[in-house]
């Protein structure tokens, strides 16, 4: 798996999941449980990521701000 960078477009706090605009095109769910810091997701945070494609949907994982 190849780390990826993109922007934080949205998050919802109520379901701690949100949605990253990657760099290269497409955008990517996360759950802010994959998020490697303490701080809140916000959008416009420009994040490094993992994809994880084991499941049946992309999924970012191993997120951090840079």
Do not use: H, K, W
Not at 25 to 53: H, K, R, W, Y
């Amino acid at each position: 798996m190849n780390a990826q960078t993109g922007i934080i477009r949205s998050f919802n706090p109520a379901n701690n999941t949100g949605m990253i605009t990657c760099d290269l095109g497409g955008d990517i769910n996360f759950s802010a449980c994959q998020i490697t810091s303490l701080q809140q997701p916000e959008s416009g945070s420009m994040v490094e990521f993992t994809v994880d494609d084991s499941n049946c949907a992309l999924e970012a994982v191993n997120i951090r701000y840079l």
